[in-house]
């Protein structure tokens, strides 16, 4: 069992939450403007490491938001947790 | 050694003093017309293939640990082929036949059990989708059989049927469909593949894939570097970071899913039985323990064990179908990686990249797909094109528009 710390509720068993899948995936701003393969990779391409990734997570069964987290793949420790809109925290700020 | 009765007989004379290893521990040399990456079932089944029907046999296949190590050893060893879209009905039927003559192909036992498969219905609407997949296979050639209620009772009378929620209204029963010694299909393609003289290659992790002008030209792993004309990559599970050392970026993320094993009893199920109100699927090994699963745990994972939360629903499942197997005790459970793509349907192709070629994302039904997966993956590495059967498992399919989404739930890895 994962123990997840919401950013608004504390520390919650994994069962409430939900995973969303791979974080900081951006949305073409002008979708009519980009090409199927570039649209594909928005839409069904991953990074998918083995170690740190980063994802957003639902804390369904508890206040409903979401939040971003910093999980390794391999060992499924948590690392950071940290609010929607953020940057990822272990990459220098572009 | 040929396996026969007379081998038996001798050998039994002999005090079984005469028994060989089942294949070659080869060393790695230094190049190769054809490599594989990944010893499990699919990269086995494909080497067997291009030697048996391409006539290549300067082939090798590279497994990181030992062979057989991942998912082809953590399944729940169902064969079936109840599908229901065209560009996955013949390709799983070929599977379906491939078992059926496997044992003679590979002259090795490998416990196929046409036993049947089972797929139950709890309402109306779900009568009605069974009914018009049954007609998809029949008008495919594949057997199917809509059972009422009291026919499924005289099956499997054990079942819950007057669940309060889910009664069990009937099912849809593919009577070819069982299971398979999953483990002694690794051996058995790995002794033919290397009687045909393919060498398997243990303990080789590859760590690069080397490319010149867009083509690839070999490998680096971890007993050096191995020059190869083509390189095909079956290596499910971990096919995103394979594929990233060519540069390459996947539709797939990598999920944990876990199998149970119960303690051994005496014979009670005779079939492979899965609950149509949620996700559990549940056969007996001949051993006695029964073989049951469920659901994906719900984020990626390359961790190869699983959480107590998958666990709980995986069994609430089971008690909902088969209350009376609450009493029995859980002896081992454990988790295998699933390549999940984003349609729920696999990648049988080429690549951008010359000379390389992708098996892949095959979620959670890769084992009953190993013989026609490494059939096809063989014509399509030996002649440099898909065949008719892999032509709709196409790695560009993600921009084009033409995903298999054969569950109809959609485009997400947690919907299938």
């Known amino acids: 069992m994962l123990l997840i710390t919401c950013p608004y509720c504390g520390a919650r068993p994994e069962s409430e939450f939900r995973c969303g899948g791979e974080a900081h995936i951006a949305r073409p701003p002008q979708p009519g403007n980009v090409d199927d393969t570039a649209w594909a990779d928005y839409l069904f391409y991953r990074t998918n490491p083995k170690g740190v990734h980063a994802e957003r997570w639902l804390h369904a069964h508890g206040c409903q938001r979401w939040f971003n987290m910093l999980r390794d793949t391999a060992s499924d420790q948590v690392i950071g947790i940290y609010a929607m809109g953020k940057s990822r925290p272990d990459r220098p700020k572009t | 050694m040929r396996y026969s009765i007379l081998s038996v007989l001798s050998q039994a004379l002999q005090g079984n003093t005469g028994w060989k290893p089942v294949w070659r521990d080869a060393e790695l040399k230094p190049a190769y017309d054809i490599v594989i990456v990944g010893g499990g079932g699919h990269g086995l089944a494909t080497a067997f293939y291009l030697a048996k029907e391409h006539g290549l046999t ?11 190590s991942g998912n082809v050893g953590r399944n729940t060893t169902i064969i079936r082929s109840n599908y229901l879209l065209p560009g996955n009905i013949p390709f799983y039927e070929w599977s379906m036949k491939l078992w059926e003559g496997l044992e003679q192909d590979l002259n090795y036992n490998a416990m196929v059990s046409q036993r049947g498969v089972l797929n139950l219905y709890h309402s109306d609407v779900q009568r009605d989708a069974y009914a018009r997949r049954g ?101 499910a599970g971990n096919s995103s970071r394979v594929a990233a050392l060519a540069g390459l970026r996947l539709p797939i993320e990598s999920h944990v899913l876990q199998a149970f094993v119960s303690e051994g009893i005496k014979p009670l199920i005779d079939t492979v039985i899965t609950f149509g109100a949620g996700h559990f699927y549940i056969s007996q090994s001949d051993k006695g323990g029964l073989v049951f699963g469920g659901d994906i745990d719900g984020y990626n994972s390359y961790a190869q064990r699983g959480n107590l939360p998958a666990v709980e629903d995986v069994c609430e499942s089971g008690m909902a179908l088969m209350p009376m197997i609450g009493r029995l005790r859980l002896l081992r459970s454990w988790g295998g990686l699933m390549d999940m793509s984003m349609d729920g349907s696999p990648i049988i192709d080429k690549t951008p990249i010359e000379g390389l070629y992708l098996n892949a994302g095959w979620c959670y039904g890769g084992f009953k797909a190993t013989p026609a997966s490494g059939w096809c993956f063989a014509h399509t590495i030996a002649r440099d094109e898909p065949h008719t059967l892999n032509a709709a498992y196409r790695l560009d399919r993600f921009a084009t528009g033409h995903l298999i989404d054969e569950k109809g739930a959609g485009a997400q890895p947690n919907l299938h």
């Open chain 2, 58 to 68: 300067n082939v090798a296949v590279l497994e990181k640990g030992w062979l057989g």
């Open chain 2, 135 to 235: 007609n998809a296979m029949r008008l495919h050639g594949v057997d199917a059989d809509l059972l009422d209620r009291e026919q499924v009772k005289a099956l499997v009378p054990y079942l819950d049927f007057d669940n309060a929620r889910f009664p069990i209204q009937g099912g849809l029963m593919q009577r070819r469909g069982g299971t398979v010694r999953h483990d002694a299909v690794a051996w058995g393609y790995a002794r033919a593949a290397d009687q045909r003289g393919v060498d398997i290659v243990q303990n080789c992790e590859v760590t690069g894939i080397r490319l010149e002008g867009g083509r690839v030209v070999g490998l680096d792993t971890a007993k050096g570097f191995v020059r190869a004309g083509k390189v095909g990559l079956a290596c």
